[in-house]
């Protein structure tokens, strides 16, 4: 089956500054790539995605890329702000089946 | 307002109890899904419906059971063989057909007394 590794597990940067989260994943046949933002007790927010058929898609100050022959995916965060503070989820899909990562809790420090 | 609600917010267990998790949709999705959070960890499937009045066992199905009897409707019950039951409950929903975006609702967060 499918197994998603995400990194790092925690991370902190000072406001404005940028942010990268990273995913591996071990199944090439999956083919579509989310990403979710999670504050304290709330439900998962998704806030980009990308297929397997694009390298790379943005939204403001959010963009992801996908190499999809080295198998990993990213989330890039620019001009990071006090309200990007949460836990990061990439999952991958195969077969409508989401696999999540295991989360990255960022802190942007003012 | 469209959207995935759950009810309730917070549940008790009592010993040996089943409790029932509410979650419904008013997206018209076909596909629906239930998912344990533990503290610091990431989602794993419970149990997952693309259609009504079917259903299959996700990653860790072992002490919970579901039904789909309506489209809007997927509840779950934490029956008494799940000795760890304590943790946050997430439903989503997906329009399904080849379209696998889920939407997540809100959560119940469930605590054995």
């Known amino acids: 089956g499918e197994n998603v590794e995400q990194h790092p597990s925690t991370l902190s940067v000072q406001e404005g500054d940028s942010a990268v989260i990273k995913c591996t994943y071990s199944d090439s046949a999956s083919n579509y790539f989310p990403w979710y933002k999670q504050e304290l007790g709330k439900g998962p927010q998704l806030i980009i995605d990308?297929?397997?058929?694009?390298g790379e898609k943005k939204d403001q100050r959010i963009a992801v890329t996908l190499n999809k022959t080295a198998k990993h995916f990213s989330l890039h965060i620019t001009e990071t702000q006090p309200e990007d503070s949460a836990v990061y989820f990439c999952?991958?899909?195969?077969?409508?089946?989401?696999?999540f990562g295991q989360g990255t809790r960022l802190t942007i420090n003012p | 307002d469209g959207g995935i609600t759950q009810s309730p917010k917070y549940l008790f267990r009592k010993e040996g109890q089943n409790v029932t998790l509410s979650c419904e949709q008013n997206l018209n999705h076909d596909a629906m899904y239930w998912y344990r959070q533990d503290p610091g960890q990431g989602l794993r499937l419970i149990y997952y419906s693309q259609i009504v009045n079917d259903f299959q066992k996700g990653d860790i199905a072992e002490g919970y059971s579901v039904s789909r009897e309506k489209k809007e409707s997927f509840p779950l019950t934490v029956t008494s063989a799940q000795k760890n039951p304590t943790a946050f409950y997430l439903c989503a929903s997906s329009p399904g057909q080849g379209k696998v975006t889920q939407y997540f609702g809100p959560g119940t967060r469930l605590l054995v007394l």
């Open positions: 990308i297929r397997s058929n694009v």
């Open positions: 999952a991958a899909v195969k077969a409508q089946k989401l696999v």
